[in-house]
Antibody
Framework: QVVQSGGEVKKPGASVKVSCKTSGYPFNNFGISWVRQAPGQGPEWMGWISGYNGNTNYAQRLQGRVTMTTDTSTSTAYMELRSLRSDDTAVYYC????????????WGQGTLVTVSS | QTVVTQEPSLTVSPGGTVILTCASSAGAVTRGNFPNWFQQKPGQAPRALIYSTSGRHSWTPDRFSGSLLGGKAALTLSGVQPEDEADYYCLLYYGGDQLGVFGGGTKMTVL
């Protein structure tokens, strides 16, 4: 199971941190991928983090603004996005990622982040 | 920035067969791009259907199959059901860091 934190409203220039709590599987055997979807648009791949060693791979266009972390003691992953702009308004999803088969399999319910002044 | 292109929309009759494709601006799609396919219905999170070109998840109906076709990734739906009406997205991975890029999606209508 993958359960995300609740919706957020932020002002431009602020930061947001979304959590993704997992259960029912060994956290360090898989990674967590993050995907966002702006209203009426297709998904955008943001990156993923290894649950084993915390290694990350980020989409180039988000490099420098995004940080993905994990807390293995609580099987929770986090995604922080800084310097928010209005076009960061989107539903943010996390999913269990299996790097062996390159598959984001079990998805959270999504977290709506609204950036508005 | 690599662009991944899908048909914007397709219409298929119930019981019919349809092929959705996924092309890369970087050249031919190969197994090394580990093509994934997702189905998304309104108000829902994407649901994984196919991984690594042709791998099916335990919940993926047999009528969905993935392949490579003419330099593109392809998703074939055989015996389309009304409940298959949805948006379909492909995801390709690139480079040693295996960075992902989604296609723009195909809106499939069953009519």
């Amino acid at each position: 199971q993958v359960v995300q934190s609740g919706g957020e409203v932020k002002k431009p220039g602020a930061s947001v941190k979304v959590s993704c709590k997992t259960s029912g599987y060994p956290f360090n055997n898989f990674g967590i991928s993050w995907v966002r979807q702006a209203p009426g648009q297709g998904p955008e791949w943001m990156g993923w983090i290894s649950g084993y060693n915390g290694n990350t791979n980020y989409a180039q266009r988000l490099q420098g603004r995004v940080t993905m972390t994990t807390d293995t003691s609580t099987s929770t992953a986090y995604m922080e996005l800084r310097s928010l702009r209005s076009d960061d308004t989107a539903v943010y999803y996390c999913a269990r990622y299996d790097p062996e088969i390159h598959s984001s399999t079990f998805w959270g319910q999504g977290t709506l982040v609204t950036v508005s002044s | 920035q690599t662009v991944v292109t899908q048909e914007p929309s397709l219409t298929v009759s119930p019981g019919g067969t349809v092929i959705l494709t996924c092309a890369s601006s970087a050249g031919a799609v190969t197994r090394g791009n580990f093509p994934n396919w997702f189905q998304q219905k309104p108000g829902q999170a994407p649901r994984a259907l196919i991984y690594s070109t042709s791998g099916r998840h335990s919940w993926t109906p047999d009528r969905f199959s993935g392949s490579l076709l003419g330099g593109k990734a392809a998703l074939t739906l055989s015996g389309v059901q009304p409940e298959d009406e949805a948006d379909y997205y492909c995801l390709l991975y690139y480079g040693g860091d295996q960075l992902g890029v989604f296609g723009g999606g195909t809106k499939m209508t069953v009519l």
